[in-house]
């Protein structure tokens, strides 16, 4: 009776024992939250860290597509403008060519481009009677050469102002040179669009 009781107790006291142990027994779950409350801190810092370069990564994302969008628009603005600058500007060039050429006067109308080419941005200028022939140019390689080996063909039947873009990245425009009761030949201006920048110029 005596060895049962002992046994008995030993089997108890080993259950209990066994029983706390695995009480104590921590499980994974348990574990990765009491790390995770222990270093809250940590790990709120490194959340907003994020949240800050996320914001920071999307500004800048914004703001160069909202750049690009304006530098499209301004181009097309600023562009448009030099268009319609350089038709007006040929109207009253065209009006002193066609009285000079109307009298002969080709010295004159010489004198009449190698003004107007000074001013900022404008490169040639040529006029070419209807036959094609070169009568005055800025550059003087050109006069008496036909204008076709310099220009394209429609740009001699032209019948009113045009303006066209060159692969140079200028601009050409064709004004035809009207008489009394015929045509007279074609005034050509080439100029070079001044180059523009959103960003603000360094000091």
């Known amino acids: ?6 046994v008995s107790a030993e089997s108890h006291s080993a259950g209990g024992t066994a029983e706390q142990a695995g009480g104590s ?5 348990k574990s990765q939250f009491k790390t995770l409350v222990r270093h809250w801190r940590l790990i709120g810092v490194l959340v907003l860290l994020l949240m800050v370069a996320g914001t920071y990564v999307w500004k800048n994302i914004a703001v160069s597509r909202t750049k690009a969008h304006l530098v499209q628009q301004a181009g097309q603005v600023i562009s448009d ?4 600058y350089l038709r007006l500007a040929a109207v009253p060039l065209v ?8 009298r002969g006067n080709y010295d004159q109308v010489n004198q ?7 001013e900022p941005n404008m ?4 006029v070419a009677r209807t036959d094609g022939r070169i009568v005055a140019a800025t550059n003087k390689q050109r006069e008496g ?8 063909p429609e740009v001699l039947r032209t019948d009113t102002i045009t303006v066209t873009s060159r692969e140079d990245g200028g601009i050409m425009v064709a004004a035809p040179v009207m008489g009394l009761n015929e045509k007279l030949g074609v005034l050509i201006l080439i100029a070079s669009p001044p180059e523009y920048s959103l960003d603000t110029p360094s000091r």
């Open 123 to 126: 490169k040639e200028i040529v």
């Open 145 to 152: 050469a036909p204008a076709n080996d310099f220009f394209p």
């Open 81 to 84: 403008q030099n268009r319609s």
């Open 112 to 118: 009449y481009l190698v003004q107007f080419v000074r």
């Open 1 to 6: 009776m005596a060895n049962e009781k002992h």
């Open 25 to 29: 027994r921590e499980t994974p779950q």
């Open 95 to 102: 009006w002193v060519v066609r009285s000079e050429m109307m």
